[in-house]
């Protein structure tokens, strides 16, 4: 009877910690750089297990970052979810009240080609980390700081089609901005942390909970000579997915349309488990091709300009052809 006692309370642990797991919130990691991080090698960043990252693109009005285009382009073609960032200076032009708009516009010019199609872009930052002068002392900073925001998150939306991130240190979320700007999706600076320990509800400010978590400025990586800054996102790969402005597509090669030459794209690479989302034929950016995939092309396509063909072979049947003409070409290469 004890032997059995100590059976259930054995299970009972096991158990437990099982529930534990599953309820621990699963952590991405990930870097953001700027021009300090000098010539960074993306595909080593990629292959050292970070997931994303976020790069400085501008500051102000009419500077851009000496490493955004670089970084941009290279973090694509290595495969890394990326994003751009604005340094936000409500402190730089106080007594312009078109100040935030002029700013904002700045960036949409720099990031927009970027979004032009489905891609590996993540959606911007509003990066905001100074303060103005105006109402230091008659405590209305806080007013002036918000309605900045506001005015910057609505070139962005107007443009773009949807808002940006913002970015904020515990003090700033705390105290320096209105409830409102809780609406938009928040990256936390704080350095009090470190994974998987992470900061009380409270670091947050006016939001309940965080996104993006910078957790540290004098982090390592592979490929980035020196000090980076370290992140973590609060979620899964299909989280972190819906950050990409695009929903799924079954435009394979890019073209526009949605058509037979998209279908043949899938069908060459179905099976693949590529470990790297946006390949041909990927159409929800899992990493995977497979009958998931196929359904979003063939929806799309019979809801398409060119719809005509509604039905084709399943999974496992291409999979056999394919397999046979294989076997059929290797008979005759004999």
Known sequence: ?????????????????????????????????????????????????????????????????AKFTQNMTNAINAGMLIGPYHFGRPDSAESN?????????????????????????????????????????????????????????SVVVNRMGFAPIIYANTNYATSYFESNISQYDFWLANYNYTPPAEPPASASGIWSDWD????????????????????VFEGTMDDLLEFVPFEPSGDF??????????????????????????????????????????????????NGSLAGLTTVPEPSTLLLVSLCSVLVLKRRSR
């Open 97 to 153: 009240p078109n100040d935030a708009i002029d700013e904002a516009n700045d960036f949409v010019d720099a990031i927009q080609g970027y979004y032009a199609q489905p891609g590996h872009v993540l959606r911007p930052v509003l990066d905001v980390e100074r303060l103005p002068t105006i109402g230091e002392f008659s405590g209305t900073q806080k007013a002036y700081v918000s309605e900045w925001i506001r005015d910057f998150v």
């Open 1 to 65: 009877m004890a032997c059995l006692r100590g059976v259930v309370v054995l299970v009972v642990i096991v158990i437990g910690a099982f529930a534990e797991l599953a309820a621990a919130q699963p952590y991405l990691p990930g870097i953001d750089v700027s021009n300090y991080q000098g010539n960074v090698n993306w595909t080593s960043v990629k292959n050292a297990g970070i997931k994303f990252a976020f790069t400085k693109a501008t500051e102000g009005v009419d500077f851009v970052d």
């Open 253 to 302: 090669d890019r073209d526009g349309d949605v058509d037979g030459r998209d279908f043949l794209a899938w069908q060459r690479n179905v099976g693949l488990a590529t470990g790297v989302t946006f390949a041909k034929g990927d159409a929800n950016h899992d990493g995977a091709i497979n009958a998931t995939d196929l359904a979003i092309w063939q929806t799309q396509y019979a």
């Open 212 to 231: 993006f978590w910078q957790f540290t400025a004098s982090g390592t990586v592979s490929g980035i000579s020196g000090a980076v800054d370290r992140n």
